[in-house]
């Protein structure tokens, strides 16, 4: 048994070290400095109850990005020094976000241990690379990420850490192999578990979906599909759950093997970055000559992104939680007996506060971030939830889950060509969504980000809205000399929200213009970018006269557009004449 002392380490805090919307995202070279990841680290189990430390399991993984590795042995020998029982890690530390989140609720060590704890080690939808994002968060026992309260503290911690403690003479383990080594302290036994990335995943997966109509539909030469890992870890449970599981073609996988710099790429799902998706999906500019495939989707670095493209066809991810929520009770035998509620983030559009009135289901709005929707996860109040940014998901987990989202469509596709599989024609994505819109009404929804803004200049462009909020009838003077074509500003607040479960407020969670007609412009600033700001911009508007649900959204939406850049004078206080990314 090799032995293993512990060091007791001085140290001076960092500055920055706050934990943004999904954790502390920073550039490589930032979590290079000597001390960086270890004084966040030990902030972190500062900030957790003892007995969430000592004697505990926790589990550490990623999407594999680059630092991952030295990341992975620099926290276990931290926590075999901070009394840590044992450590689980994803073969090669690959572990997307929604696994984690599985394996922390699902998984039965062999010696019947359970995990009360991760460490996510990721910056998800950012670049990765040795001058791109690394990024580290904490999430709890009931598979969630820390709550406020916790983050609050770890950054309160990282302001006075004076020490941290490192099992310095700790061997490094061997993460590519799977299998158990054991070590031994002063305080007594300290196990690293290197298991494999998938089982517990599929696992669960198949506990969701009837795998078999799946199957069914993959099988039927009609049907074609093509999925995009973008290098990120979903590359691995996309072979394993689509290949291996439901017999899809291995040609129908695009760069689904995990990369530590994505390829070089952006691995975000959107129209913007998923190039390659797009073009053989028929739809931008390059477009291949081929037909394309029936159905495609991509995921982010970490796996719980999704974005859902039909044949030429585009869906916004507000709508396609609001249509999983829909048809989940028929298509998917894990919401056989009905929801128990669903809820969106404030910037996420009202497709699915209609669905929710239609299915008189219970609805919550929260702030952005996932961290919000597990309170009423675990207090019974919500089955199905989405964001705006490509996230869906179920109280399955408590993570969003990009493969998850990608099941559930299959399913109710599935579930639509059940009697129709040798027919002549199969129900598409499209039909289903012009079908959702048409019982439903449509909303036109778009987003606007500029990125790496000057944050100086970000921070006065939201107080200057925060300014315009004062006078409504100023305020809507203003809007009709831009535009006499839209409605009326009926309320202009910052969104706060007050948990109903634990009755903790949140404030400043976006500023809003809420027109008299439904339509609404949001105006937040990113908490997960690594440089500058970002500002993102919501732009919405309901239709719901059936013939004119079919036009181009940011056609639709220019007159609405229109308002939000000048209203917030966008280039007067950036500099910029167009966004970023559109979605
Ligand atoms: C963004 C999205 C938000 C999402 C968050 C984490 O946050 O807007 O909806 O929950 O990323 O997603 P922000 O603060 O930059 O707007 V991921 O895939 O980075 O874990
Ligand atoms: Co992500």
Same mark, same amino acid.
């Given at each position: 048994?090799?032995?293993?002392?512990?060091?007791?380490?001085?140290?001076?805090?960092?500055?920055?070290?706050?934990?943004?919307? #999904?954790?502390?995202?920073?550039?490589?070279?930032?979590?290079?400095?000597?001390?960086?990841?270890?004084?966040?680290?030990? &902030?972190?189990?500062?900030? %957790?109850?003892?007995?969430?430390?000592?004697?505990?399991?926790?589990?550490?993984?990623?999407?594999?990005?680059?630092? $991952?590795?030295?990341?992975?042995? *620099?926290?276990?020998?931290?926590?075999?020094?901070?009394?840590?029982?044992?450590?689980?890690?994803?073969?090669?530390?690959?572990? &997307?976000?929604?696994?984690?989140?599985?394996?922390?609720?699902?998984?039965?060590?062999?010696? =019947? #241990?359970?995990?009360?704890?991760?460490?996510?080690?990721?910056? $998800?939808?950012?670049?990765?690379?040795?001058?791109?994002?690394?990024?580290?968060?904490?999430?709890?026992?009931?598979?969630?990420?820390?709550?406020?309260? *916790?983050?609050?503290?770890?950054?309160?911690?990282t302001r006075i850490l004076k020490e941290y403690f490192i099992a310095e003479d700790l061997p490094d383990v061997d993460i590519s192999v799977i299998g158990l080594s054991s070590f031994s302290?002063?305080?007594?036994?300290?196990?690293?578990?290197?298991?494999?990335?998938?089982?517990?995943?599929?696992?669960?997966?198949?506990s969701i979906f009837d795998f078999e109509s799946i199957q069914k539909l993959l099988s039927c030469p009609k049907f074609t599909f093509?999925?995009?890992?973008?290098?990120?870890?979903?590359?691995?449970?996309?072979?394993?759950?689509?290949?291996?599981?439901?017999?899809?073609?291995? @040609?129908?996988? %695009?760069?689904?093997?995990?990369?530590?710099?994505?390829?070089?790429?952006?691995?975000?799902?959107?129209?913007?970055?998923?190039?390659?998706?797009?073009?053989?999906? =028929?739809?931008?500019? @390059? &477009?291949?000559?081929?037909?394309?495939?029936?159905?495609?989707a991509a995921a982010d670095g970490d796996a719980d992104r999704n974005m859902i493209l039909g044949k030429r066809f585009f869906v916004t991810p507000s709508d396609s939680v609001a249509i999983i929520a829909a048809n989940a009770v028929e298509a998917i035998p894990y919401f056989a007996s009905g929801l128990k509620g669903v809820a969106r983030s404030m910037p996420t559009s009202a497709a699915l506060d209609v669905v929710a009135k239609k299915l008189n289901l219970k609805f919550f709005e929260v702030p952005t971030g996932w961290k919000f929707f597990g309170n009423l996860m675990d207090a019974g109040l919500c089955s199905i939830c989405g964001e705006e940014s490509f996230g869906t998901g179920s109280d399955h987990i408590r993570e969003k889950d990009g493969i998850w989202a990608v099941l559930a469509w299959l399913s109710i596709l599935a579930f639509k060509n059940k009697a129709n599989l040798k027919g002549q024609k199969l129900v598409t994505v499209e039909d289903i969504v012009l079908g959702h819109w048409a019982s439903y009404g449509r909303h036109y929804y778009t987003r606007y980000d500029y990125e790496n803004v000057d944050a100086g200049a970000a921070?006065?462009?939201?107080?200057? %809205?925060?300014?315009l909020q004062s006078s409504l009838p100023n305020l809507n003077k203003l809007i009709k000399e831009i535009r006499s074509d839209v409605s009326e500003v009926?309320?202009?607040?910052?969104?706060?929200?007050?948990?109903?479960?634990?009755?903790?407020?949140?404030?400043?969670?976006? *500023?809003?213009?809420?027109?008299?007609?439904? &339509?609404?412009?949001?105006?937040?600033? #990113?908490?997960?970018? @690594?440089?500058?700001?970002?500002?993102?911009?919501? *732009?919405?508007?309901?239709?719901?006269? $059936?013939?004119?649900?079919?036009?181009?959204?940011?056609?639709?939406?220019a007159p609405l557009v229109d308002i939000a850049i000048k209203l917030s004078k966008m280039k007067e206080f950036t500099g910029r004449s167009a966004p970023t990314v559109i979605t």
């Open positions: 048994m090799v032995m293993f002392t512990v060091t007791r380490k001085e140290t001076v805090p960092f500055d920055g070290q706050k934990p943004g919307t #999904s954790g502390l995202r920073k550039k490589v070279s930032v979590f290079k400095q000597p001390n960086y990841l270890h004084n966040f680290v030990q &902030s972190t189990f500062n900030a %957790l109850p003892a007995d969430k430390v000592k004697g505990a399991t926790v589990v550490v993984s990623g999407d594999g990005r680059y630092f $991952s590795k030295d990341a992975v042995q *620099i926290i276990i020998k931290m926590a075999a020094a901070n009394g840590v029982r044992r450590v689980w890690v994803g073969q090669d530390s690959l572990l &997307s976000t929604p696994a984690v989140s599985a394996v922390i609720r699902e998984r039965i060590g062999a010696d =019947g #241990s359970k995990a009360t704890g991760a460490f996510i080690l990721t910056a $998800s939808h950012n670049p990765g690379g040795p001058h791109e994002d690394f990024g580290i968060k904490y999430n709890m026992e009931n598979g969630g990420p820390a709550p406020e309260v *916790i983050t609050d503290k770890i950054y309160a911690n302290g002063s305080e007594g036994p300290f196990d690293v578990d290197v298991f494999d990335s998938t089982t517990d995943y599929v696992k669960l997966m198949k093509c999925y995009d890992a973008l290098h990120g870890v979903a590359g691995i449970y996309a072979k394993r759950i689509f290949v291996e599981e439901l017999g899809a073609n291995e @040609s129908s996988l %695009l760069n689904c093997t995990p990369k530590e710099d994505f390829g070089g790429g952006h691995p975000d799902p959107n129209l913007t970055y998923a190039k390659e998706l797009v073009a053989r999906m =028929g739809l931008g500019k @390059s &477009s291949s000559q081929n037909e394309p495939p029936e159905f495609g921070k006065e462009l939201m107080a200057h %809205l925060v300014n009926a309320q202009a607040d910052e969104f706060e929200y007050k948990d109903p479960v634990d009755g903790s407020v949140s404030k400043h969670q976006g *500023i809003r213009y809420l027109f008299v007609d439904g &339509s609404r412009l949001v105006f937040r600033l #990113s908490g997960t970018g @690594s440089e500058g700001a970002t500002i993102r911009v919501y *732009i919405e508007q309901y239709e719901n006269d $059936s013939s004119k649900t079919g036009r181009d959204s940011q056609e639709a939406l």
